[in-house]
């Protein structure tokens, strides 16, 4: 299977931010609201906007306007394609990039 590295990079960016590994972790339990969210984290509410955006933009959090606030849920769909994407390009497979040309270590010279 064929997967486009583009399309995830920006998913993988996401994850690569303490704050939001706290958010994502946070949101595992079930809807939460901003509110909630801020009191659990020692942040702003504009930098936990901030994060929000960067998790909803590549559809990791499904965003929600109640009110004056934002609750805000996991998409487990996008989570389930991420963690299949990583167990893809993590493990031997017959259309590796690796077994495509002569590049590998197992055929050079030292």
Not at 6 to 14: D, G, R, W
Not at 20 to 43: F, H, P, T, V, W
Not at 52 to 70: E, F, H, P, Q, T
Request: hydrophobic share 35%; net charge neutral; glycine share 2%.
């Amino acid at each position: 299977m064929k997967y486009s590295y583009a399309e995830y990079a920006p998913i993988l960016k996401a994850f690569s931010d303490e704050t939001r590994l706290k958010i994502i972790d946070m949101l595992s339990c079930g809807e939460m609201c901003a509110c909630n969210l801020l009191e659990n984290l020692e942040i702003s509410q504009s930098t936990l906007s901030y994060h929000m955006k960067i998790l909803s933009d590549c559809a990791l959090v499904n965003a929600i306007r109640d009110g004056a606030w934002m609750r805000y849920t996991l998409n487990s769909e996008k989570m389930d394609e991420v963690i299949v994407f990583l167990s893809k390009i993590t493990s031997d497979k017959e259309d590796c990039i690796c077994k495509r040309g002569k590049n590998s270590c197992s055929n050079q010279k030292s």
